[in-house]
């Protein structure tokens, strides 16, 4: 009985209410496309499952007030956005530990919508202009770190959106 508890406990196969099955979780790879959403701009995200929250690449970035100001790369489009701040997070980065504006955002991975926090911070020397972390991940998700680009964003279908 207490071999089985623990092959049930270690393979994630235990079924809570409300909480899904291992079935159900989307496999993406170390890196996926996401559209930010409402205005549908396609662009590559690094899945960090050892990042807690997610960080998007803002150039420019100005507070005004209550209000988070910052353009995207020019290789995405260039928009200039204006989001409510929700918050500050102090972030560790490799420069040291750093101050950032956090808004929400809402994300189409794979084939799921997800409302959620990011921090915005200039990203532009980095690969990568989103970091997609486990406040995102936690429950919809399992990433396969031997593969890139499993999924595609296709959010058509599902109409819901789900705080994170």
């Known amino acids: 009985m207490v071999h089985a508890l623990v092959f049930v406990l270690a393979t994630g196969f235990l ?11 989307i496999r993406i790879g170390m890196v996926e496309n996401v559209i930010l959403l409402p205005w549908g701009i396609e662009l590559p995200a690094r899945i960090d499952t ?23 790369p020019l290789k995405y489009g260039g928009l200039q956005l204006r989001l409510p701040i929700l918050e500050w997070r102090h972030v560790r980065s490799p420069g ?17 919508r997800i409302r959620t926090k990011v921090n915005v911070t200039d990203r532009s020397q980095m ?19 031997k593969k890139a680009y499993v999924v595609k964003p296709d959010c058509i279908h ?3 959106s789900q705080g994170r």
């Open 50 to 72: 050892g990042a807690s929250k997610s960080s998007l690449g803002g150039l420019d970035l100005k507070v005004d007030g209550e209000m988070a100001e910052f353009k995207l």
């Open 96 to 112: 040291g530990r750093e101050r950032r504006p956090v808004v929400e955002m809402e994300l189409c991975l794979g084939s799921k």
């Open 15 to 25: 079924l809570i209410p409300g909480t899904g099955s291992a079935k159900e979780k």
């Open 127 to 145: 690969k990568y202009p989103l970091i997609v972390g486990r406040n995102v991940l936690r429950e919809d998700f399992v990433v396969d770190v």
């Open 158 to 160: 599902e109409s819901d």
